[in-house]
């Protein structure tokens, strides 16, 4: 019985761990799944497979401060468009990026996307309420 | 979500080496006029025969450019703005002194199903206003995905040629003539389908389909020395090209490329295979091809007989010099002006460039003396 007891209680445990990091927003996760779809199809070109950008044209979006530091402008990028001088990581980009046509769900799942993809990390999940309220910069 | 440490090891190697800039060498002897200022992105130009402009704004805008001064057509097409859809290529009918026809390329939302997919259509401007709009084809079916509309236009003796890119759907589309996209189409000018197009008894193929195996084809142009089509086209990663169309031939597209997936995997081993044709020209690192003239007028000395390709990427414009037709050299020609767009030989002789956030300039070689 004591071995059944243990066993049960490891069972338990090790199911716990296994769906713990799943469990803690299903739906953050389905959103990165969706967002996904929309990097391959709408960003990729640019900032590349991993979120690199190239060098001196498109700024990185892996480990990026304007993207950590700039939240709504960045979400605001996305939905309208940006034109003009940005600073990432220390380095100056003047660019063009035309608005892609997102709906408030893609921009909200590309961006959840973004911001936990290639060692990114900000689970908070980002709505297509909070982005439909977002304005041109 | 959490990678393993040497995965993310590698990948952050990869990222840091893939992305180089290319190794042309940067070109001095030119300088550049501001011929059109304040647009956003000139996808497709065009001279009227009074020296003055048409130029389609991807975003849906069409601008007569005239005595230094921009004036918008009213009622342009339709357009299904999304990602690379948009307002695109534009191109006068060979006889467009006595009949008036202008060709638009445009991503549309036209017929059944969410999103769009690449259509043509001819029109007239009468007071100013696009009119007796004509939608002379439309490719099926729509989808939402962003990616790869094309599209140019070229005439040559007579008929309509364009391109239309694979839509995202490289598995599916590119190889079966049964649909659109991934394909170099040929109309008469009025829409019909030429009896002698290639596939006009293939069943249910698509009988505008002139050669297929595309990918992204953002430039064409007659090549005036040759009168051959030549087209470049957006590859995957390291693997754009330079292709000769030819009549009823396949490009590859995805079954045989130079390229791999941005993500560094590969899609085939393959770079040739009998019954497909071997590009003139691939560009490793990709450059991101858009917009191609060649130059056939004497205001460039020895350039002339190169093709100019423009970097939307490495935002430059990319002399290539043909021997035999085949690049044997490249220069950086506006090197760091913006994304290069669109490139067209003017009347005059001269190139124009379309660059975005920027304008359409005015390309001259030699130093500038002001």
């Keep these: ?137 | 979500m959490k990678l393993k440490k040497p995965v993310l090891i590698t990948l952050l190697i990869v990222s840091v080496l893939a992305y180089a800039q290319d190794k042309n060498l940067i070109n001095k002897d030119h300088y550049h006029k501001v011929i059109v200022k304040d647009l956003i992105n000139p996808w497709g130009f065009t001279f009227l025969p009074d020296g003055s402009m048409l130029i389609n704004e991807k975003d849906g805008r069409l601008i007569h450019f005239k005595d230094n001064k921009k004036v918008e057509i009213l009622n342009p097409p339709e357009i299904y703005l999304r990602g690379q859809g948009g307002l695109l290529d534009i191109e006068l009918h060979p006889e467009y002194k006595t009949n008036g026809w202008i060709y638009f390329s445009y991503a549309s939302s036209k017929g059944e199903g969410d999103g769009g997919n690449t259509a043509i259509m001819r029109a007239k401007i009468k007071d100013n206003s696009l009119t007796e709009k004509e939608v002379l084809y439309k490719a099926t079916p729509n989808t939402t995905k962003g990616q790869h509309f094309g599209s140019r236009i070229v005439f040559k003796e007579g008929y309509l040629f364009f391109t239309i890119g694979e839509r995202g759907n490289r598995d599916l589309n590119p190889q079966d003539l049964t649909r659109d996209g991934g394909k170099i189409y040929r109309l008469h000018d009025d829409g019909r389908i030429p009896k002698d197009n290639p596939f006009v008894n293939t069943k249910n193929a698509k009988t505008a389909i002139w050669s297929y195996g595309h990918r992204n084809p953002q430039g064409m142009k007659i090549n005036p020395f040759t009168n051959a089509i030549w087209t470049h086209e957006h590859g995957p990663r390291g693997g754009d090209e330079i292709n000769i169309v030819k009549k009823a031939a396949n490009f590859g597209w995805p079954v045989v490329t130079f390229g791999i997936n941005y993500s560094g995997t590969s899609i085939t081993d393959k770079t040739d295979k009998e019954g497909m044709e071997q590009p003139v020209h691939y560009w490793d690192p990709s450059i991101a091809p858009s917009g191609m003239a060649f130059i056939s007028s004497d205001k460039y000395g020895d350039w002339k007989g190169s093709v100019l390709v423009g970097s939307l990427k490495f935002q430059y414009l990319d002399l290539c010099t043909l021997k035999d037709e085949k690049v044997v050299k490249e220069a950086r020609l506006l090197d760091g002006l913006g994304r290069v767009r669109s490139v067209e030989q003017g009347p005059d002789g001269y190139i124009y460039v379309g660059i975005e956030n920027l304008g359409i300039i005015k390309l001259i070689r030699g130093k500038n003396e002001n």
């Design chain 1, 1 to 137: 019985m004591k071995i059944n007891h243990l066993t049960l209680i490891v069972i338990f445990l090790c199911l716990g761990c296994n769906t713990s990091d799943k469990k803690a927003n299903p739906e953050l996760n389905a959103s990165i799944k969706s967002g996904n779809e929309v990097y391959q199809s709408f960003c990729i070109n640019c900032h590349m497979a991993n979120g690199e950008g190239i060098e001196n044209v498109y700024p990185p979006l892996v480990n990026s401060d304007y993207l950590k530091e700039n939240l709504e402008a960045s979400i605001s990028a996305t939905k309208y468009g940006l034109k003009g001088k940005i600073t990432v990581n220390g380095k100056v980009y003047n660019n063009i990026m035309t608005p892609m046509g997102l709906s408030d769900q893609e921009v909200a799942n590309v961006i959840n996307y973004i911001n936990n993809s290639w060692g990114n990390k900000n689970t908070r999940l980002i709505t297509p309420e909070e982005v439909s309220k977002i304005q041109p910069k």
